[in-house]
């Protein structure tokens, strides 16, 4: 299992760069893929300098106690940060032996971490050009998707873990980070916060809790006081979040798509339904998104949307008067000369005298249907205009679970 982090620092204090280094850490135990390649981690660098590492060095102490990982070895780790500033040298920036990244793992006898400097991502905006901050709408979107961007991606495979931390930032960006877990995330993935014990939380000299006497000078108030960071105390608080990841349409939880869009999707299954079809163009739109049906498909739908309509709802697939009724429909959007109008009637009435296997002729376009709804909108989304299945006196029952009022049949282009 592969753990991924997700850290921002914290925006306090502008420090000399020699001090800072990118947020980056991804510790793991061997898994069931044993030449995995431990999943990275983004550090979301939110200020003109280079962050400082305490948000880093402290979340990855917590994390050696964290009951969440049973083993911290970081085999094959690669470290991702994400900045903001591209114009400082990233590769001579605390990257060196004495770079309190480097004191962590020392100090702690963990492995070696490839951190390259090929792996820093730079945030652009529109036209390319590297974002020195976020302080415009454009700026915040362009955050807003590269983040959930990220977390979709390294959510696609199935056999690691994401830990997520939103210590330190931009407000906006630990949201962000967040509500893109509560999209893609899965039950193994974890969303924590960071907490230092008093004095050290703002003392600017402070890393991580050394297993060895280290003394750190800061103030309280106006007076100078002098620590030991060995006595420290840092902690994850565990940061419960809603799943929505399976409500999602397919296509957006494996493709690339825009914060809002995403969002929108998921908000969909808490609109009022409205279902518009067209007859002449075949065509189905659900919550403003188009539903390709084949024609069979398509005329299943229509005959169950008229029946509601016209407050009709339950329909018996396996009687003689359901059956004309839809094929009545059939000729009259089909042409009753065409290929496909004959395909329909050939297949209904050859099965007319059984009328469980006339009932089973409906129920793979039923499937179907439910597939290309699902498909588009997602399965919460979805529900909401699924074919319904109810069992009568004497046999089941079908219907479009839709108000009139929340369909349009339109025949005209």
């Given at each position: 299992?592969?753990?991924?982090?997700?850290?921002?620092?914290?925006?306090?204090?502008?420090?000399?760069?020699?001090?800072?280094?990118?947020?980056?850490?991804?510790?793991?135990p061997?898994?069931?893929?044993?030449?995995?390649?431990?999943?990275?981690?983004?550090?979301?660098?939110?200020?003109?300098?280079?962050?400082?590492?305490?948000?880093?060095?402290?979340?990855?102490?917590?994390?050696?106690?964290?009951?969440?990982?049973?083993?911290?070895?970081?085999?094959?780790?690669?470290?991702?940060?994400?900045?903001?500033?591209?114009?400082?040298?990233?590769?001579?920036?605390?990257?060196?032996?004495?770079?309190?990244?480097?004191?962590?793992?020392r100090?702690?006898?963990?492995?070696?971490?490839?951190?390259?400097?090929?792996?820093?991502h730079?945030?652009?905006?529109?036209?390319?050009?590297?974002?020195?901050?976020?302080?415009?709408?454009?700026?915040?979107?362009?955050?807003?998707?590269?983040?959930?961007?990220?977390?979709?991606?390294?959510?696609?495979?199935?056999?690691?873990?994401?830990?997520?931390?939103?210590?330190?930032?931009?407000?906006t960006?630990?949201?962000?980070?967040?509500?893109?877990?509560?999209?893609?995330?899965?039950?193994?993935?974890?969303?924590?916060?960071?907490?230092?014990?008093?004095?050290?939380?703002?003392?600017?000299?402070?890393?991580?809790?050394?297993?060895?006497?280290?003394?750190?000078?800061?103030?309280?108030?106006?007076?100078?006081?002098?620590?030991?960071?060995?006595?420290?105390?840092?902690?994850?608080?565990?940061?419960?979040?809603?799943?929505?990841?399976?409500?999602?349409?397919?296509?957006?939880?494996?493709?690339?798509?825009?914060?809002?869009?995403?969002?929108?999707?998921?908000?969909?299954?808490?609109?009022?339904?409205?279902?518009?079809?067209?007859?002449?163009?075949?065509?189905?739109?659900?919550?403003?998104?188009?539903?390709?049906?084949?024609?069979?498909?398509?005329?299943?739908?229509?005959?169950?949307?008229?029946?509601?309509?016209?407050?009709?709802?339950?329909?018996?697939?396996?009687?003689?008067?359901?059956?004309?009724?839809?094929l009545?429909?059939?000729?009259r959007?089909?042409?009753?000369?065409?290929?496909?109008y004959?395909?329909?009637?050939?297949?209904?009435?050859?099965?007319?005298?059984?009328?469980?296997?006339?009932?089973?002729?409906?129920e793979?376009?039923?499937?179907?249907?439910?597939?290309?709804?699902?498909?588009?909108?997602?399965?919460?989304?979805?529900?909401?205009?699924?074919?319904?299945?109810?069992?009568?006196?004497?046999?089941?029952?079908?219907?479009?679970?839709?108000?009139?009022?929340?369909?349009?049949?339109?025949?005209?282009?």
């Amino acid at each position: 299992m592969g753990v991924f982090e997700v850290t921002k620092p914290a925006l306090e204090h502008r420090i000399e760069l020699g001090d800072d280094l990118p947020q980056a850490l991804t510790p793991g135990p061997p898994g069931l893929v044993p030449d995995l390649v431990l999943e990275r981690i983004q550090a979301f660098l939110s200020h003109l300098a280079l962050a400082r590492f305490e948000a880093v060095t402290q979340k990855f102490k917590a994390l050696s106690f964290n009951t969440a990982v049973p083993y911290m070895g970081l085999l094959r780790v690669q470290c991702q940060p994400v900045g903001l500033h591209p114009r400082f040298d990233f590769g001579q920036c605390a990257f060196g032996l004495f770079g309190w990244f480097h004191r962590l793992c020392r100090d702690y006898d963990l492995p070696p971490i490839a951190f390259p400097v090929r792996n820093i991502h730079v945030l652009q905006d529109a036209a390319g050009a590297p974002l020195d901050d976020i302080r415009t709408q454009a700026q915040n979107t362009l955050a807003a998707d590269f983040i959930m961007d990220k977390v979709r991606e390294l959510t696609q495979e199935p056999s690691n873990a994401l830990h997520v931390s939103i210590a330190g930032g931009r407000k906006t960006m630990g949201y962000y980070l967040g509500y893109a877990l509560s999209l893609y995330g899965r039950p193994q993935d974890r969303l924590s916060h960071v907490l230092v014990s008093d004095p050290y939380e703002t003392n600017r000299d402070f890393y991580y809790p050394t297993p060895y006497d280290h003394p750190i000078h800061g103030s309280r108030g106006n007076k100078e006081v002098t620590v030991d960071a060995r006595n420290a105390r840092v902690e994850l608080a565990d940061i419960p979040f809603v799943r929505l990841r399976e409500g999602l349409p397919e296509r957006l939880r494996e493709g690339h798509a825009a914060f809002s869009q995403v969002v929108g999707a998921a908000n969909r299954s808490l609109d009022d339904p409205r279902l518009v079809l067209n007859v002449t163009r075949r065509q189905v739109w659900a919550d403003d998104v188009e539903i390709k049906l084949s024609e069979t498909e398509f005329l299943l739908l229509l005959w169950l949307a008229q029946r509601s309509q016209r407050e009709e709802a339950d329909t018996d697939w396996s009687s003689d008067r359901m059956v004309d009724e839809f094929l009545d429909l059939a000729k009259r959007v089909l042409n009753e000369m065409s290929a496909a109008y004959e395909r329909i009637e050939s297949a209904l009435l050859q099965n007319r005298s059984i009328a469980i296997k006339t009932a089973k002729y409906f129920e793979p376009h039923k499937s179907r249907i439910k597939k290309a709804f699902v498909a588009i909108l997602g399965e919460q989304a979805a529900k909401r205009y699924l074919i319904v299945r109810q069992r009568g006196e004497e046999a089941a029952l079908y219907f479009l679970p839709l108000a009139a009022d929340q369909i349009e049949i339109v025949s005209g282009t």
